[in-house]
């Protein structure tokens, strides 16, 4: 046979398009041709896959050797084509059997003497080849990480060589087995090691219970970035399939490790870090900071350091919960479904307000610096929570530990299970309509929430905004309607 089909994925962005590797073998001058809009790194992988296919003992044939990637008009980017087109070359040169690679995929990236390296995207492949209930051959290194699909018939080979014997029949290799589902430790801070701070632990709650963003803010030193640390400790683990999107984005940028099960994220960028490392961006556009921390939680702390302009970027990302990255090339969607959690300090000295420590900042200073963070930003904000320094003695005594994370975690998963219940998402994420429709406010709570908006000037998104954020009060104490403590209670927060 001078012609071979194997079929192998692409990827672009989370999905992972198929790639059908054709190769011919032809007379002529002996030349190795790749075409279908390769880039540099799939450009080289002639040079890997000769070596590799001579180190493993295997024949290279010496004659025009002709591969085309399909569809031609789909950017091939990476290695994982190396053991495709290996296996093609193999096959057309009749020193592999064709009909055993007819209904897998495969891919992956041959070292020089013939090994398997793991390639990212290995979950999103998985998952493409696992709808189209096709086996897949992975490296053995990426088998585990692989394995987290359901329903897929997974193959994991250290080598070129030890795969062809697979595929001649000689010594048949295991099918790798898909790991079950395993609880894995929480190794995150524990909210009972924070001392004091009854307010700003209630408002950590109540963020974690309905999805909210949440800003703390108060002088240095009182516990803003301690607090925000432990709030992936207290909210309940992602569903199977928010646990693969997670695991799919941490696979995308070469974060996962093999056999880890996903968490929810914490991630805190520098306050450096540009609007395309917090968006997403590049030639061939990444995911960002704001997809990283997709199902849990993106830390910013000194939060006016941070430039306006990235900071602005962050406004879409926060209603949609996705961001789309349009290239001339290019156009991906990756999610973004993050709750934000800022700190910030009140002044450029950080004492405005402390009455202990006066603050020397000028109003222009003080206006300026607050200044560096738009309306628009802050009115998507729904928790604003002032943290307050605590007394020596206070901080020194031994013992009067607050709840521990766990507990606080089994009241926030009882208040989202009701809400996913009744809506199928967290308070945060209603929309306008279904908002009013679950609400339902009597004459009190609606006589105060809008006595309330036209004193404190709430903009229509600030209104609705606190309107969720008393409807989670009221799931959170097991309500079926808003009362008049929960509107204080949410408009206390958007107040300060």
């Known amino acids: 046979m001078e012609l071979s089909i194997v079929h192998s994925r692409a ?31 799939v450009r080289e992988s002639k040079d890997r896959v000769r070596s590799a296919i001579l180190n493993s003992h295997f024949e290279f044939p010496d004659r025009r050797i002709t591969v085309n990637l399909a569809p031609a008009d789909l ?9 495709p087109i290996a296996l093609g070359i193999l096959v057309a040169s009749g020193q592999l059997p064709g ?5 897998c995929e495969c891919l992956g990236e041959l070292a020089l003497d013939g090994g398997l390296q793991p390639v990212t995207g290995i979950v999103c492949a998985a998952l493409a080849a696992s709808a189209c209930n096709r086996p ?25 060589l030890t795969l062809c014997a697979h595929l001649n029949d000689s010594e048949p290799l295991p099918s790798f087995a898909t790991s079950p589902d395993q609880p894995t430790a929480n190794n995150t801070p524990d909210l009972a090691e924070v001392t004091g701070q009854e307010g700003a632990r209630r408002a950590l709650e109540i963020a974690a219970s309905g999805g909210h963003n949440l800003l703390l803010t108060g002088p240095p030193g009182t516990g803003k970035t301690l607090l925000a640390s432990r709030m992936p400790g207290i909210l309940p683990p992602p569903d199977p399939q928010e646990a693969l999107v997670i695991l799919a984005l941490r696979d995308f940028c070469g974060l996962a490790k093999p056999g880890e099960s ?23 556009p990444q995911p960002g900071e704001v997809s990283l921390a997709h199902g849990g939680v993106l830390f910013l702390d000194e939060l006016p350091e941070f ?57 222009e200073q003080i206006q300026r610096y607050a200044g560096r963070i738009s309306g628009p ?43 996913l219940h009744r809506q199928q ?25 809008e006595a309330a908006a036209g004193q404190l000037k709430l903009s229509g998104r600030g209104l609705h905004r606190t309107l969720r954020v008393a409807l989670t009060l009221a799931d959170m104490e097991g309500s079926s309607h808003i009362q008049e403590a929960h509107v204080a209670e949410a408009l206390a927060y958007r107040a300060a």
């Open 11 to 41: 990827l672009v962005g989370l999905s992972a398009p198929p790639v059908r590797v054709e190769t011919h073998l032809s007379n002529g001058l002996p030349a190795f041709h790749i075409v279908g809009m390769p880039e540099t790194a």
């Open 75 to 83: 950017p091939k980017e990476g290695g994982r084509f190396d053991l």
């Open 99 to 103: 009909h055993k690679l007819d209904h």
């Open 136 to 160: 897949l051959i992975v490296p053995l290194s990426c088998a585990a990480t692989a394995s987290v699909v359901d329903d897929i018939a997974l193959l994991g080979a250290p080598d070129l």
């Open 262 to 284: 996903a968490q929810r994220p914490f991630r805190s960028p520098h306050h450096s870090a540009s609007a395309a490392a917090l968006i997403g961006g590049g030639g061939n």
């Open 307 to 363: 430039s306006r302009h990235s900071l602005d970027m962050l406004r879409e990302p926060m209603e949609s919960g996705q961001v789309t990255l349009a290239r001339a090339r290019h156009r991906v969607s990756y999610p973004a479904s993050f709750q934000l959690v800022a700190a910030m300090n009140p002044c450029p000295c950080g004492y405005l307000g402390d009455p202990e420590h006066p603050c020397c900042c000028s109003p």
């Open 377 to 419: 930003l802050l009115d998507r904000i729904d928790l604003h929570v002032p943290v307050t320094r605590l007394p020596p003695a206070q901080l020194l005594r031994r013992g009067g530990r607050g709840e521990s994370s766990a507990t606080i975690c089994q009241r926030v998963s009882a208040c989202r299970a009701r809400q």
């Open 425 to 449: 998402c967290v308070n945060a994420r209603l929309s306008n309509d279904q908002l009013l429709e679950i609400s339902q406010l009597h004459e009190g709570p609606r006589a105060l929430l």
